[in-house]
């Protein structure tokens, strides 16, 4: 299967600073990529959506101006955490699909997000 | 509205012994099915997965039966090891719609014991 990485793995921050989490395919080209967010004992939560050179598409109820997407090419998305909040604290998880995947998903490893 | 359902938060079985997890949808234009195995503080990774025209697709130790009249799927784990322990999520799409977003259930917890 595909590969995915992310990065960083982990990161503890302050309050009101910004976070910038990296996600990267790494043996395909990956025309769209999704970012998803776990809170404990729950399912996957989609956040958004982005195919490369777009605007990301945002999930109700989640504010496109705290979590900022950028998927400037075809092997690398960005989710910025803008004045991250402790609520904000979470793990954060990338997938991407394209080429020959269009129609799963591969994942990233993840990224645990502390706000202190 | 959860369109992906995973009834079972957890399920234990003997190593050796066959895995049941079990998964209902009810968005009939679901027509791709996917599961994933998650470890803590991990990514999930991909399994196996069966589109809509067929109602099985096997691949080693895992079998995935769908049963669209019942708007039901299934995974086999078959013979159980103590390292498939894991939470499983099942997953689906609509692959008429727009990039292929999938929609999660909430997982199943799969121990394995020696």
């Known amino acids: 299967g595909a590969v995915v990485s992310q990065h960083p793995s982990r990161v503890i921050c302050k309050s009101g600073t910004s976070v910038k989490i990296e996600c990267r395919s790494l043996?395909?080209?990956?025309?769209?990529m999704f970012w998803y967010r776990q809170f404990p004992k729950k399912s996957l939560m989609l956040m958004a959506t982005?195919?490369?050179?777009?605007?990301?598409?945002?999930e109700q109820g989640v504010e496109k101006d705290k979590f900022l997407i950028n998927h400037a090419s075809l092997t690398l998305s960005t989710l910025t955490v803008t004045s991250a909040h402790p609520e904000d604290s979470s793990f954060y998880i990338c997938s991407a699909s394209g080429g020959a995947y269009y129609n799963e998903q591969f994942f990233g490893p993840g990224t645990r997000l502390t706000v202190l | 509205d959860q369109q992906v359902k995973q009834n079972s938060p957890s399920l234990s079985v003997q190593e050796g012994r066959i895995s049941i997890l079990n998964c209902d949808y009810t968005?009939?234009?679901?027509?791709?099915f996917l599961w994933y195995k998650k470890y803590p503080a991990e990514g999930p990774t991909f399994l196996i997965s069966i589109s809509s025209i067929k109602d099985k697709n096997e691949d080693g130790r895992f079998t995935v039966f769908l049963n669209k009249s019942a708007k039901h799927l299934s995974l086999h784990i078959v013979p159980s090891q103590p390292g498939d322990s894991a939470v499983y999520f099942c997953a689906a799409s609509d692959s008429g719609g727009s990039n292929y977003k999938l929609t999660f259930g909430k997982g199943t917890l799969l121990t394995v014991n020696p």
């Open positions: 982005s195919n490369e050179g777009s605007k990301a598409t945002y």
């Open positions: 043996d395909f080209q990956a025309t769209t």
């Open positions: 968005n009939s234009m679901f027509d791709y």
